[in-house]
């Protein structure tokens, strides 16, 4: 049996021993460990892999004598992860459709390891490519006042299909609390602009006006204020007073569905920890 | 002779011909010719450099004859730089000094083609790299009562010394209007953050507690409202979890100091047009 | 009636005069104008952009004109494309589907103005995705043995659809000079590295071999030395001690892919030169 | 009592619990711990801090318990840093400035903490830089003739200060096995190219003339194959045809003093190791 596990807690002496010794006693050789210490909030994080030398090793009995043991004496929140089950990730979009490409075609090439129940989207754009690629494809439309009727057909889906994480690919409708409560750090976006900068609408526009010389896309988790979740990926790239509005939108959505990308992966290969609303990102 | 041209106009058919045939009237040959036009603003924008068969073509004629045939014509705001004559540059510090190194040190290779007839700083940690290139160290301490009286000791020495541009190489002072309408478009600051992003005191540690993964450094010029002017020149660099607030500060000194650099060479070389507080740099 | 005109001559005064004069006879505005010498060869180039009044004018008449007033003087070498006709761009691939799914998305949202009459390959993988995005598709198997007779039905293809580029999106074959005569600068290759390190096969076990911290990717006019045509994009990736050549596999499929495609996309837009093994890149 | 250990061996089981519970045997507490494996050559390495509660402890019982214990037993090659001492650090120069203007602004500055007994030239140009930062400066001119004798002035002077490491800080001058075969994995070379393209003399004029799109500089251990050592650390940048050699050469020297300064600065806090002529950098 090989499992993933992550762990934080408030920093102390003697952890990574005790961590150690506990996965050696219970038969496991460690493959690969990194840990991280955020020496200002005082927060000790780790993340190993370990191969168990028997695989019928009880994952029930482990997680007990793990919170026994280390969790409740070092306060501990910690997650195990077994083996390389396929999480299943639903997709948000609305019209633009390179998110939703890039993803779908490293699915299908098997680079994402994840199930896709079904893409939601508030437009009917993109229905043909839902089909091209044979995923489910249900249209919720969004208005002022259907917003609330429609996120609850959104949550019963999510429910029904057992989402573990949603994938906002250029979704441009705001997620309300609603359902962030429900997938805290579970919902990732991608914002078309190098964050902190440019948040909000029309970002490369602002960009534009702003006479930058570089522009960017930030991934990240949803929270309640728009923009300012989590940050888990970003790239740049250079652009010059020559790019026009479109040339910069154009520019922008190989960024987008590049740093997307990336960040979803990391998400699924459980190399992303929050806290204090940033990411320690695993390599 | 050689000459560079800038020019900026309304745009409008014809601009190009037009130039190129009085160059030519002039016996000039054109070995570099760039334009832009941002179709937006409707404004056109070119860069030039030229040979003139004849040495002694008189300046003062060409302009006027400049002025009457075309920009009158055509609304244009053109400047003529007759050769390689090196501005006076001016550079202000506080106690940092890896910026001035930096300049300095480019400066005395002969990288940098300018004149520098003092360094002004509102301390006196730096005066002993001052003393090491030998360049004139003027200390101008600052506090609230005294400013006024120190912005007119600094213009009395950026008068008396003709300067043509003023470097803030980590420059810890906000630089008045009093200074700035003088020099417009002639105030090159560093900031240690990739604006609009972390404008303000102290952008490390807000970029650290946003946890951005990638931070920059831009070169703009001087305005009235703080780190809000057009920008010359961006860069960045990544960064992770694992780096400290410290660890941003000395990774953003190669950036700072690089950024600025080019900046500064930009300026010098006339490749810097101002419109709208943005840039249009030629290459 | 808009076109595009590249030019490249023997460097000499007065060039950019001649050509803005003939351009202004005709009734035309130029919109976009650059130019570049190299100093070392001697050679100028320009391309420029530009509207013409009438819609009528008869581009044979055009050419012939420019062929005897301009072109004969300065030696010139020139194209002229009238308006956004868009090219036929054939595809040839083997196994690898990122750059195909990339190129076909962008196909397929409009953002790639080209007409794609088919796609080659020489295995059957990638047939459902031709079919997905409904292009035809010719499995076109190569042996050793049968090598040149493939070569006269890709020929043929190629011919019978007057095909105006073709595309190596990780076609893995190389091609030989019977194709790469008829089609000079006009068979675009994406190369798996920076090149000209690592060229030839398997340049990931290469570059992870060498332990580099950088890996690369390169786009290139294919010629008959192997991955040493004139280079069109190259970009990089940063990689460490950590990634594994599966690693290096999965980051350069990201590369490749955007590399690819902004090749393609500055080929279609006529604003690449080809000259002594080198490109002129227009912006 | 703080020390850094780093540790490299055949991969195996248990290492990673046996060398934490022989530090906390010891009453350390362990900081930072970074590992990796490299799966391809079966190669362990971990990179450990630790603080220990008793600053009384003896290192040499240390180093013989942790040999008996732990280094016979998994085939442990490992050194250990007691604390943050400064090693001596020689430089070499020719006639470029800008490395050896960064390197000493850096360490004038508190940045790098080394000693640097002396710089070494085979060129008097460099010598009033050296005075300007008060560090003894030695004229070794390089002939055919005298190289073997110059070689040896060069060691008496590494040997008499007791130097830790050597930079060669654009030395323009090939080192020899003589000096090689004391220093291994101790001289760090800057090489003005994105190793391995470019190796040997004149990489900007071989990168101009291949008409390459973005050049490099590459830092690394120095070996006895010219340009082939284990790479440290590299970076790039962005080039087109509108730059001239001169432009390239101005643009590497930024490159190429961040790229030395980044690799000295991890050689002197102990995150690199060496292997299979490639090396582990621990962040």
């Known amino acids: ?85 396929r999480p299943r990730m639903a997709i948000f979009v609305s019209k633009y459709n390179h998110c939703l490409y890039d993803l779908l075609s490293r699915y299908h090439s098997g680079e994402l390891l994840v199930r896709i129940p079904f893409i939601i989207s508030n437009h009917l754009d993109l229905q043909p490519i839902a089909e091209q690629f044979g995923i489910p494809f249900h249209h919720i439309p969004i208005t002022k006042n259907t ?8 949550l019963s889906l999510l429910r029904e299909h057992e989402v573990d994480f949603v994938v906002l690919a250029r979704y441009m409708q705001i997620v309300t609390e609603k359902v962030i409560d429900l997938y805290q750090n579970k919902i990732i976006n991608i914002h078309h602009s190098f964050l902190p900068a440019f948040a909000g609408a029309k970002p490369y526009h602002a960009a534009f006006s702003r006479g930058v010389k570089i522009i960017g896309a930030t991934s990240h988790y949803v929270t309640q204020e728009l923009d300012a979740g989590p940050i888990i990926e970003q790239d740049v790239t250079a652009v010059s007073h020559a790019h026009s509005i479109k040339d910069f939108i154009a520019k922008g959505r190989d960024l987008e569905k590049i740093v997307l990308s990336r960040a979803v992966k990391l998400h699924v290969q459980h190399k992303v920890m929050v806290y204090n609303n940033k990411t320690v990102i695993f390599s």
């Open 1 to 85: 049996m090989k499992a993933t596990i992550l762990i934080h807690c408030p920093d102390q002496a003697g952890i990574i021993f005790a961590v150690t010794r506990f996965i050696h006693s219970k038969g496991g050789n460690i493959i690969y460990l990194d840990q991280h210490v955020d020496q200002q909030a005082n927060i000790f994080f780790m993340r190993l892999e370990s191969n168990f030398e028997r695989d019928d090793i009880s994952i029930s009995d482990f997680k007990n004598e793990f919170n026994t043991s280390l969790a409740e004496r070092y306060l501990m929140k910690w997650s195990f992860y077994k083996d390389e089950s």
């Open 147 to 154: 917003k609330s009727e429609a996120e609850n057909q959104q």
